[in-house]
């Protein structure tokens, strides 16, 4: 077990583990929440302006959502997580999109003086 040791020292964490074996992996990082939270951000704020929005994200969450899931099943170390912890960021996220989505739909209409949509 030389090579450990040697990636120990080093600081190699994770080429020490895989040395060893694998082992479990470091815990989700906080960016896969917030990358997700920026596409559906961009949807509802978006997407009264420009419809061709969401079906780019959709075709994200597709493609996304099922390396995301083996990401933290098979890569990430598996901690219950009854949903509560995120709930306030997920409200957060969705409330200030919608206040987006209405301030950026009401600057379009002032743009083009339309009374209503």
Known sequence: RMNSFLFSCIGWKCCSRLDRGGGPGPPV???????????????????????????????????????????????????FDGGGLRWPFIFLMVISSLIIGQILLTIQMALKQAVGP
Do not use: E, N
């Open 29 to 79: 990082p906080y960016r896969l929440y917030v990358d997700s939270g920026v596409v559906l951000m961009c949807v509802v704020s978006l997407a009264p302006a420009s419809p061709l929005v969401a079906p780019a994200a959709f075709l994200y969450f597709l493609w996304c959502q099922p390396l995301l899931r083996r990401a933290c099943i098979f890569v990430y170390r598996p901690k």
